[in-house]
């Protein structure tokens, strides 16, 4: 079984800083590994995947995370934040084969300070 | 590509009512899935679909609880008998399966269900 455990509920940063959203996983098995970005209302939308090669992978809206597998870790980061940024951010699993579903963190909500 | 159609995006019914919802997946996808969201939480895995066929349905799913997708097109979840517990954000996202597996669901904007 899998288990994504995202520990900050709540990250409030201030426009123009860095941010850093934390997602640890635990598995057995090899696992795919994704952010999506959930705004108000709005179903998800994907960020970034890593499916394999380079650690570091980038995404849309100037996001990237990097795949740590000692750590069993796959932190988001973005240099430089927006107030448009404020949104929920879900970190996934799934096993690299079966059935491909996703198991999800409970979410870190972003909120982008002026 | 219109994207993944979830209708209606709003649903309140009485306790008891039963409850239909539809999901239009992109169209070259050959896998749909559904999952719920409660408030606060990250989504669940209700059930998955290949083609036509309903491969696995999670232990969350009761039997009030049915899928259906024929002819591998659009998807029905039904909720018999509704809940107060139902009450929930039910997501619909679909996904070619391809070579490396999961290439990323592409997600709907969901149908917020409120049994009153």
């Known amino acids: 079984a899998q288990s994504v455990t995202q520990l900050d509920s709540q990250v409030p940063v201030f426009e123009e800083a860095p941010v850093e959203l934390r997602c640890n996983y635990s598995?057995?098995?090899?696992?795919?590994l994704f952010w999506y970005v959930q705004y108000p209302n709005q179903g998800l939308q994907l960020l970034l995947k890593?499916?394999?090669?380079?650690?570091l992978v980038k995404g849309i809206n100037g996001f990237e995370a990097e795949f740590n597998k000692s750590q069993t870790s796959f932190h988001l980061r973005k240099p430089s934040v927006h107030i448009s940024d404020t949104a929920e951010y879900f970190c996934?699993?799934?096993?690299?084969?079966?059935?491909?579903?996703?198991?999800f963190g409970t979410g870190t909500r972003l909120k982008v300070l002026a | 590509d219109t994207g993944v159609s979830q209708n209606p995006r709003h649903k309140i019914t009485k306790r008891g009512q039963n409850v239909t919802f539809r999901c239009d997946p992109i169209?070259?996808?050959?896998?749909l899935y559904w999952y719920r969201q409660t408030l606060g939480q990250g989504p669940e895995f209700l059930t998955y679909?290949?083609?036509?066929?309903?491969?696995?349905k999670s232990r969350l799913l009761s039997d009030r609880f049915s899928a259906e997708r024929p002819k591998g097109s659009f998807s029905t979840l039904e909720i018999q008998r509704t809940e107060q517990g139902d009450s929930a954000m039910y997501l619909c996202?679909?996904?070619?399966?391809?070579?490396?597996?999961?290439?990323?669901?592409?997600f709907g904007s969901g149908t917020r269900l409120t049994v009153v």
């Open positions: 679909f290949q083609n036509e066929a309903q491969l696995e």
């Open positions: 169209s070259e996808h050959n896998r």
């Open positions: 996934a699993v799934t096993p690299t084969s079966g059935t491909y579903k996703y198991i």
């Open positions: 890593y499916l394999s090669g380079s650690t």
């Open positions: 996202a679909s996904s070619f399966l391809d070579g490396q597996g999961a290439a990323g669901y592409t």
């Open positions: 598995s057995s098995v090899s696992v795919y």
